[in-house]
């Protein structure tokens, strides 16, 4: 890094000038200078490295290739890997049945619903073909 910057995360005079500065003006901007002074050797670094990992996943993305991000990696033990497999198997069969019988139950609740209403519906039509008005209203104006 070229150490004749003026502005450089370190404590030179014009940093510390910015941050009392940005203080003083709205605190916020100071404390923000005062972490580009505190940590703005390590922000490349940090750029570097988060940059690397989303061009890996995005990579992954263009290829069309999933196991790269959804295969849990091996470990080097056969024994462990192969338990590890059969396990997440039962537990996606597992997910599976739990799902189908969500949807059963909640193709069941929907059943009920409209059973109701249609009955709440012709329970009105009955009594409006009798000639009564209806229910009566819980709430009537004197």
């Known amino acids: 890094m070229n ?3 003026l502005i450089r995360p370190d404590w030179t005079p014009a940093t ?11 605190w916020p901007l100071g404390l923000a200078m005062l972490a580009y002074i505190l940590f703005g050797e ?3 670094t940090f750029k570097k490295d988060a ?7 995005c990579s992954a993305f263009k290829r069309g ?7 849990p990696h091996r470990t080097g033990n056969v024994a462990f890997d192969d338990w590890r497999e059969a396990e997440l198997a039962r537990l996606d069969e597992e997910r599976r049945k739990l799902d189908e019988m969500r949807e ?11 059973a109701k209403d249609q009955d709440e ?7 409006r073909r009798n000639g ?5 209203a819980p709430f009537e104006a004197n």
């Not at 940059?51 to 996943?57: E, I, L, Q, Y």
């Not at 290739?65 to 295969?71: G, K, P």
Request: charged share 25%; aromatic share 12%; hydrophobic share 45%.
């Open 16 to 26: 510390i000038a910015l941050m009392v500065l940005g203080f003083v003006v709205f």
């Open 65 to 71: 290739n999933r196991a790269n991000w959804t295969q």
């Open 51 to 57: 940059n690397s990992t989303v061009d890996g996943m």
């Open 104 to 114: 059963e139950f909640d193709s069941y609740v929907r059943e009920l619903r409209r």
């Open 121 to 127: 519906f012709d329970r009105f039509m009955r009594d």
């Open 132 to 136: 009564g008005s209806g229910p009566v």
């Open 3 to 5: 150490q004749s910057a």
């Open 42 to 44: 390590k922000l490349k």
